[in-house]
């Protein structure tokens, strides 16, 4: 589904197509948006992880929970694209993938999976609290 989304904004999006157009306003507030490609990159890198762990090691549960956490980063990261302000779902899974790999990788000490997925987690948490910090005042 990600990856429909990600076609239509690089094929239509094209700011030099908006331009000679005219009769595509509805599409060019579509297309004002700014991709978050940090994001479906984490995205990519959580799912790929479990589909990963499952091949090495036959770990279910590692592929289960690659797709979910990956699925709702992908998620948090077309809600971004959408709409900066709406970071919610991209922090509260980066920060609960922070904690938990942060957790496995302080028990086991091993960099892979734990210490890079807990790394690239703190990442995003301090990419997308930066985003928080930065927002304007919202005036009453």
Not at 33 to 41: A, F, K, N, P, R
Request: charged share 10%; with cysteine.
């Amino acid at each position: 589904m990600f990856s429909h989304v990600l076609l239509f904004q690089l094929v239509f999006c094209n700011s030099s197509m908006l331009q000679e157009s005219g009769s595509l306003s509805s599409l060019a507030h579509v297309c004002n948006m700014s991709v978050d490609w940090i994001g479906y990159g984490y995205a990519t890198l959580i799912a790929s992880g479990g589909v990963i762990g499952y091949a090495k090691a036959g770990s279910v549960p590692s592929l289960a929970a690659g797709l979910l956490f990956g699925g709702l980063a992908g998620f948090g990261a077309y809600q971004i694209s959408n709409d900066p302000n709406n970071i919610w779902v991209s922090l509260a899974t980066s920060g609960a993938l922070t904690g938990v790999m942060g957790k496995r990788f302080y028990g086991s000490r091993k960099l892979m999976p734990a210490g890079l997925m807990a790394g690239a987690s703190l990442l995003m948490v301090g990419k997308l609290s930066l985003a928080l910090l930065q927002k304007p005042a919202e005036s009453s």
